[in-house]
C-alpha cells in the first residue's frame, strides 16, 4: 500500500490504531503549519490583487481532488457563448510543458499546441469548444493580457478559488456531495485547501454528484453551508452521459454521437481515474451493455502495449465496442494502435447538469455585461 492511500484510509478511520493515532498526531502539526502559511500568503495576495478590466468568474473549490470542474467550465463557456459573451478560459495546466512559461492552447478557432504542452484539461477543453480560447500558465495575469488581445470580454478562471493575485467578479465554489469538506481537516490531515470559513468569500456553491447521495444527504450539506456561508445560493448538478464518439471522429473535433446509436451495444471499459466505479455507473446510464472493464491506476500515460492488453481482453468478452473517458481518451490520441483497434474505440463523453438551477447559474453573469 501507498503512503497515499494508507494515508486516505486514516482519514476515513473513526478508530485507527496505535500507529495511526500517531500519524494522524504527526499529520495535526503539518496541518497547522499549512494552514498559517495559506492565510499569510492569502492576505498578502489578496492586498496586491490586480483588477484585469473585464469581468472574471473563478471555478473552484475549497478541497483537493476533482469536483467537476472542467464539465462545469464547458457547461457555462457554452452558455456563455449562446447568450453572446465571448468568453476565454484561463487555467494554470498543472505539470503541464506550458505550465511555467505560459502560452496559448486554443486562439478560439485552432489548436495550437499538443495535449503534453497544453494539459489534460486544458486540451480537452480546447477540443469541446472550438470557438472559445484557452489558455494556460501559472501566472494568470500574463493570460489575461493574452486572452484580451483574443477579444474575450469575460473570463473563466479555472481552479481558481486559491488564486488571490486575480480580483474576480465572482466566486463559484463545487462541493462534491459524496465527501464535500474534506474529511474537516486541512492537508495533509485532510482535503481542505484552506479552513472551512473561507466559503464566506463565494458567490454560490454548487453540489456536484448529487445524484449519488439521497436527499437527505444534500440537505444536510445545504443546512451545514448556511451555518457556514449564510445567504449564499447553493444549486445541485449531476454528471450525465450525453455522446458516445467514434475515437477518429472525437480527435477532429467532432462530438456527433448520440447515445440511441450505441445503447445495448457490448461495451469493454476502460480508464485511468480516480473512480472507475462511478465510470461504470454512467456507461449503463449511457445504456450500454458492460462485458468487463480494465481500470488502470490515476493520471495513468498510456502506451501501445496498453491499448494492445485492452484490444485483446475486448475480443475476449466479446465487446461491440471498447469505450474510454474523455480524460483518458486526451492521453491516447498519439497511440499508433487506435487505427488498426480490432475493437473500434469510443469515447463517452459526460456533461454537467442542473435540474432546477440554471436560472440561478446565469445570474451570476447576467449583471456583469
Known sequence: MSLENYVTGLMKNPSPDLKGRLMLSLLDKLEKLYLSQVVKRREAEEKAAEDCGIPVISVGNVTAGGTGKTPCIIKMADMLEKEGFHPAIISRGYRSGLEKEGGLVSDGAH?????????DEPYMMALKLPHVPVLVGKDRLRSVEKAKKLKADILLMDDGFQYWKLKRDRDLVLLDCTNPFGYEHALPRGLLREPLDALQRA???????????????????RSRLEKLAPGIPVICACHRPSRAVAFTKWMERNHEGPLSLVKGKRAYLVSGIGNPAAFARTAGEAGLFLTGEMAYDDHHHYSDEDLRNVISEALKYGADMIVTTEKDAVKMMNLKEIKRAAVPLYVLEIEMAFPEGEAVLRKQWEDLK
Open 203 to 221: 458567490s454560490l456553491f454548487i453540489l456536484t454528484k448529487s445524484d449519488q447521495v439521497n436527499e437527505d444527504q444534500v440537505q444536510e450539506i
Open 111 to 119: 489548436i495550437l499546441v499538443s495535449q503534453v504542452m497544453a494539459g
